[in-house]
T-cell receptor
Framework: GAVVSQHPSWVICKSGTSVKIECRSL??????MFWYRQFPKQSLMLMAT?????????EQGVEKDKFLINHASLTLSTLTVTSAHPEDSSFYIC?????????????FGPGTRLTVL | AQSVTQLGSHVSVSEGALVLLRCNYS??????LFWYVQYPNQGLQLLLK??????LVKGINGFEAEFKKSETSFHLTKPSAHMSDAAEYFC??????????FGAGTILRVKS
């Protein structure tokens, strides 16, 4: 099956710094990737839809200037949490949509746990 | 807009017993429905999905789910629970396979 990786798997940073999280589709091309956020003991909430070569579409209530998304290639999307604060601590999960062969399925990365001190 | 309700945030079963995790959805258009499993500190793994066609869907690890339009339900079942099934399970709905809307999740505990 299709594989999606995320890097780093975990990161600890100081308040006020920026953190970049990478999401890669390893064996397929993904014109669309999705970024989700999961708070402890809660469900996944879609933050934004990342489209290759164009601007990301953010969900209501998500600050686009705080969560910068870049989808520069068909296999890589990045999420940058700018000026991170403790309330940004969360589990961030990406998914990539595989449309090859008529398949329309999202494959999820293993997640990145961000802790902001 | 779509939404998903998972009844029961925690379900506990004995090893070998039937597993039943409930999911009801709301959608103004024909939905795609999914069940995912998440182990601690990991991403999501697709168990099964319904898009069109046969309403009884079989997935991995012996799980299956039945789409019942009249009941707007997509409950997940497994005839006999294994210890390795202990995890959190998420039901999700989407339109045409686009962005997913997840339920709150159900934590399955399997007792020996």
């Amino acid at each position: 099956g299709a594989v999606v990786s995320q890097h780093p798997s975990w990161v600890i940073c100081k308040s006020g710094t920026s953190v970049k999280i990478e999401c890669r589709s390893l064996d397929f091309q993904a014109t669309t990737m999705f970024w989700y956020r999961q708070f402890p003991k809660q469900s996944l909430m879609l933050m934004a839809t990342s489209n290759e070569g164009s601007k990301a579409t953010y969900e209501q209530g998500v600050e686009k200037d705080k969560f910068l998304i870049n989808h520069a290639s068909l296999t890589l999307s990045t999420l940058t949490v700018t000026s991170a604060h403790p309330e940004d601590s969360s589990f961030y999960i990406c998914s990539a949509r595989d449309l090859a062969g008529g398949r329309n399925e999202q494959f999820f990365g293993p997640g990145t746990r961000l802790t902001v001190l | 807009a779509q939404s998903v309700t998972q009844l029961g945030s925690h379900v506990s079963v004995s090893e070998g017993a039937l597993v039943l995790l409930r999911c009801n959805y709301s959608s103004s258009v024909p939905p795609y429905l999914f069940w995912y499993v998440q182990y601690p500190n990991q991403g999501l793994q697709l168990l099964l999905k319904y898009t069109t066609g046969a309403t009884l869907v079989k997935g991995i690890n012996g799980f299956e789910a039945e789409f019942k339009k009249s009941e707007t339900s997509f409950h997940l079942t497994k005839p006999s629970a294994h210890m390795s099934d202990a995890a959190e399970y998420f039901c999700a709905v989407s339109v045409n396979g686009n962005k997913l809307v997840f339920g709150a999740g159900t934590i399955l505990r399997v007792k020996s």
